[in-house]
């Protein structure tokens, strides 16, 4: 029902800026709390961001904080990630995911979300 497709990945050097959207389709986007999680080779899928469906909240992995931000256009039903001052471990896979079903505040968790994007690839060199 929910279709997330992200665009605006790349490749960067370090210390370097990029930012991701996600557009969504095919359901009721204004009421889907929204998240960025992403996937290293090796590693596993982790919690990166989320927003709350109004956009009035926002929740960051600590690793994160202060480098990137988290917002949304409901009407234009796309989330976005600003990155900066990226690093090379922020190199990986980021993927957009939407709450469809009310997740428990703040959704940090896989199992909190009911749709996933296809992924969109970031690589910061050193």
């Known amino acids: 029902q929910v279709q997330l497709v992200e665009s605006g990945g790349g490749v960067v050097q370090a210390g370097g800026s990029l930012r991701l959207s996600c557009a969504a389709s095919g359901g009721s986007f204004s009421s889907y709390g929204m998240g960025w999680f992403r996937q290293a080779p090796g590693k596993e899928r982790e919690f990166v961001a989320t927003?709350?469906?109004?956009?009035?909240?926002?929740y960051y992995a600590d690793f994160v904080k202060g480098r990137f931000t988290i917002s949304r256009d409901n009407a234009k039903n796309t989330v976005y990630l600003q990155m900066n001052s990226l690093k090379p471990e922020d190199t990986a896979v980021y993927y957009c995911?939407?709450?469809?079903?009310?997740?428990?505040?703040?959704?940090?968790?896989?199992?909190?979300?009911?749709?996933w994007g296809q992924g969109t690839q970031v690589t910061v060199s050193p």
């Open positions: 927003i709350s469906y109004s956009g009035g909240g926002t």
């Open positions: 995911a939407a709450d469809a079903n009310d997740s428990r505040w703040p959704q940090v968790r896989l199992s909190d979300y009911e749709y």
